[in-house]
Antibody
Framework: EVQLVESGGGLVQPGGSLRLSCAASGFTLSDHYMDWVRQAPGKGLEWVGRSRNKANSYSTEYAASVQGRFTISRDDSKNSLYLQMNSLETDDTAVYYC????????????????WGQGTLVTVSS | DIQMTQSPSSLSASVGDRVTITCRASQSISSYLNWYQQKPGKAPKLLIYSVFSLQSGVPSRFSGSGSGTDFTLTITSLQVEDFATYYCQQSSSNPWTFGQGTKVEIK
């Protein structure tokens, strides 16, 4: 059974840093694209960034709103994904979800197949 | 960025009703359209991918249709457990974007 468990959220002051972790189980992490998606309180969903799989050299990409401040990394030996968040702003306050993508090979259609339960990050002074 | 617009933003319906939610993309996304259901305090859950493919375990009362820029999620015979917020999402081009959500409430 695929499971994703986020941790590391909490209260941080503007300008501060935080590292979120996502513990994955039930699948081989290196085989899969992994994304972070966030949801501000009472708001909709926003894609944050992506870590591609080993076959794609673990390349990453980010939403413009976090580019240069957030970094996604992974440790396949620990089956873990990370989101390093620096220079945090009040607008970064949200629940952060770790997700595993799936793909329809024939059409190269990707989608968020599995979601963790989320971890809340609050940026406030 | 591709903008996804859902309508309505909210609706009230009764158990047994047929419910239709529409999603419009600001440019053609072919068939790269997925739907998610989210209940309060919970993570989103995949319902439908690639416009009409039902995720394993999702009841057949859910269905999707459309192509290009206009898409529809239909729930035939709404059940109590279907009261939730629904999001469409495009995976045609980066950054992937979501609709603003449609909240389905009990009438």
């Amino acid at each position: 059974e695929v499971q994703l468990v986020e941790s590391g959220g909490g209260l941080v002051q503007p300008g501060g840093s935080l590292r979120l972790s996502c513990a994955a189980s039930g699948f081989t992490l290196s085989d899969h694209y992994m994304d972070w998606v966030r949801q501000a309180p009472g708001k909709g969903l926003e894609w944050v960034g992506r870590s591609r799989n080993k076959a794609n050299s673990y390349s990453t990409e980010y939403a413009a709103s976090v580019q240069g401040r957030f970094t996604i990394s992974r440790d396949d030996s620990k089956n873990s994904l990370y989101l390093q968040m620096n220079s945090l702003e009040t607008d970064d306050t949200a629940v952060y979800y770790c997700t595993r993508l799936a793909v329809v090979a024939a059409t190269r259609t990707y989608y968020f197949a599995y979601w963790g339960q989320g971890t809340l990050v609050t940026v406030s002074s | 960025d591709i903008q996804m617009t859902q309508s309505p933003s909210s609706l009230s319906a009764s158990v047994g009703d047929r419910v239709t939610i529409t999603c419009r993309a600001s440019q053609s996304i072919s068939s790269y359209l997925n739907w998610y259901q989210q209940k309060p305090g919970k993570a989103p859950k995949l319902l439908i991918y690639s416009v009409f493919s039902l995720q394993s375990g999702v009841p057949s009362r859910f269905s999707g249709s459309g192509s290009g820029t206009d898409f529809t999620l239909t729930i035939t015979s709404l059940q109590v457990e279907d009261f939730a917020t629904y999001y469409c999402q495009q995976s045609s081009s980066n950054p992937w974007t979501f609709g603003q959500g449609t909240k389905v409430e009990i009438k």
